[in-house]
């Protein structure tokens, strides 16, 4: 069937961020990134609106995607940059959704993928073995920590790019409904872990349910949360006066107290005062050892481990009200 430019746009208009355009036209890894990242973190989407008609011709067999002449695809630093960002983005979210996977598996893995999907975009396409490898390689170098998602992306975007070829010409296009079984599997599996860690701490069906909507929250925000933790990692926010920056490991390690406390607390970084108090009260309901007589050394530890989230999370701020 012939696609329809004025389809194209209109879907671009409406769903353009989660891909819809791409998909329409037959561009399902354009389309599984453009829902990953919510357009290419916005500006990308955008972009798309000079490309649209060429693409549409495309999908029409009125033109030839690319120049295909030589056996191996130009180099391109805007494919270059994207498998690096989107790279780096998908470590992250690792990071956050999977804290339970140890770091030298979980991060490369996702590295890996992000940069082998951006390389997937449209006629060209890598080879995933080594890509993934440089990922694994460049991560235990760095021993798994979250600066590891930088040298990993970018080792893993220098392997795709050295390998990349033209994908093959006349390959059948599976059904639609396929098509978009394969792509709703994709976005599962991505989103699935987040939406787990934000459900976790909840306890009882009404606390779930109440859950539910932060836990979408967090999901629509997880690129702009990722971007900032970025930021902050390569010293681009967050910027602090010579004073702090001479007392960085303390620092630190007083960020890795809280973060850990909110993890106990089954909460995101940054929750309000009232998020702390009201998890807090329903973890301790779930784990007080009177309550699990069946397993009063796991209760035990859990309801230490809660006391201590709390008063590290709500100490500092019944101070600052005090003073």
Known sequence: MAKRLLVAYGLWALGGPLGLHHLYLGRDSHA????????????????????????????????????????????????????????????????????????????PLAVGLGVQLVSSVGNQTTEAPSTLAAAFLASLLFQGRVLAVLPASLAASVAAQRHRRYKPRGTARPRLAARLYHLGLACLAFAAPLAFRGLCGAAGVLSTLLALPRAAAELLLLPLRSAWVLAEVLGIAGGSSGRERGDGSERSSWSQRQQRAYEVLGLPAGSSTEDVHRSYRELVKVWHPDHNRQRAEEAERRFIELQEAYEELAGPRRAAAAG
């Open 32 to 107: 599984l990134l453009w829902m990953l990242t919510l357009g290419g973190f916005g500006g990308a989407w955008l972009w798309d609106f000079w490309h649209i008609p060429g693409w549409v011709a495309t999908a029409n067999g009125a033109k030839v995607p690319g120049d295909q002449g030589g056996t191996v695809p130009a180099l391109s630093p805007l494919r270059l940059l994207g498998q690096v960002t989107v790279g780096m983005y998908f470590g992250v979210v690792a990071a956050l959704g999977l804290p339970w996977v140890p770091a030298l598996l979980a991060q």
